[in-house]
C-alpha cells in the first residue's frame, strides 16, 4: 500500500520484516485472543496478526488507508476515529479481556497510556512501540533519573517489561530519535488505592519541583494546606527516592483527610 506518511498524524511506517516479526512474537497472538490495534497504518502488523487470530479489531484516524485494508483483511473490523475519544467497549464485544497493540503517535503517548490505565479492567495487556527515552522512563526503578510519574501511576497497576530497542533506519520517513517497544501486563491488583484519581494526583504533586524534598513539592502543590506532620513517609526525600507501596499510602493518607470526597 502506497501512502505518503502525514507528520500530522505522527506518522512513521515500519517497514522491516525483521523487526515486524519480533514484535509479533512478542506479542504472540492465540486464536481466540480479541485483539485492538492502535494506529495500523498501512498493515505492517496488521497482516500478520490477521492471519493469527480469528477477528482482529482496529482504530484509525487515517481515512486514507481504511478502504483498502478492509478489502484486503476479511477478518478486520477497523473504525475510522481518533483512539482517545474511542469507547473501546462499542468496538468489540468485552465477554473477555482485550489486548491492545501498535505503532503509536510518539506525540500522544502520554495520553494512550492512561487512556489504557483507565480501561486497565477490560485491557490484559498492551505491546507498544514508543520513543526509546519514554519507554526507559516507563520501565525505570526508584533512585534513577528516568524514574518519574509514569512509572508509578503505570507501575500500579502493571507489570512493566522493557522489549528492545529499534533503530530509526526501519521507518519511513526515519524519525529523529530512537524507538523501542514495551510490553505491558495489567496484572496488578490495585484495590489497595483508595482513590486512584486522588493517587494520580498525589504522584504529580511529588514530581512537582523534581529536584526539591517532598515536604518543597507538596507544599507549591494542591495539598499545601496538609499537615506534613503526619505523612506516613519521610519529606526529606525526593520523589524519586519512593516506591509505588510508598504512594499508594501517601495517597491513602490524603484520602483519609477528606481529599478524595470531592474526586
Avoid at 502506497?2 to 512474537?25: E, H, S, W
Avoid at 467497549?89 to 505503532?103: D, F, M, S, T, V
Avoid at 489504557?116 to 505491546?127: C, P, Q, S
Avoid at 524534598?213 to 519512593?242: C, H, W
Amino acid at each position: 500500500m502506497k501512502v505518503t506518511p502525514l507528520k500530522k498524524f505522527g506518522q512513521n511506517y515500519l517497514m522491516d520484516k525483521n523487526i515486524i516479526n519480533k514484535i509479533v512474537a512478542e506479542i504472540a497472538p492465540l486464536r481466540e485472543d480479541m485483539i485492538l490495534e492502535i494506529g495500523p497504518g498501512t498493515g505492517a502488523l496488521t497482516f500478520p496478526l490477521s492471519s493469527s487470530v480469528e477477528r482482529l479489531y482496529a482504530v484509525e484516524l487515517d481515512h486514507r488507508v481504511i478502504d483498502e485494508l478492509s478489502s484486503a483483511i476479511p477478518n478486520l473490523t477497523i473504525v475510522n476515529a481518533d483512539f482517545l475519544e474511542t469507547d473501546i467497549r462499542e468496538i468489540l464485544p468485552c465477554e473477555k479481556q482485550i489486548r491492545i497493540a501498535g505503532n503509536i503517535p510518539y506525540n500522544i503517548t502520554s495520553p494512550i497510556l492512561f487512556k489504557l490505565i483507565e480501561e486497565r479492567n477490560i485491557v490484559k495487556d498492551a505491546v507498544l512501540m514508543m520513543q526509546y527515552e519514554v519507554a526507559r522512563r516507563l520501565s525505570a526503578k526508584k533512585d534513577t533519573k528516568e524514574y518519574g510519574i509514569l512509572s508509578i501511576i503505570l507501575g500500579a497497576v502493571a507489570e512493566i517489561k522493557f522489549c528492545f530497542k529499534i533503530s530509526p533506519n526501519v521507518f519511513h520517513p526515519r524519525p529523529n530519535v530512537d524507538s523501542a517497544l514495551i510490553h505491558l501486563f495489567f496484572n496488578k491488583d490495585s484495590s489497595a488505592i483508595k482513590d486512584f484519581r486522588l493517587f494520580i494526583k498525589t504522584v504529580k504533586a511529588a514530581f512537582g519541583n523534581r529536584r526539591k524534598t517532598l515536604k518543597n513539592s507538596f507544599g507549591n502543590s494542591i495539598f499545601a494546606d496538609a499537615d506534613f506532620s503526619q505523612f506516613p513517609v519521610n519529606l526529606s526525600l525526593r520523589a524519586e527516592n519512593l516506591s509505588v507501596a510508598d504512594f499508594v499510602s501517601l495517597s491513602n493518607h490524603l484520602y483519609e483527610k477528606g481529599y478524595g470526597i470531592s474526586e
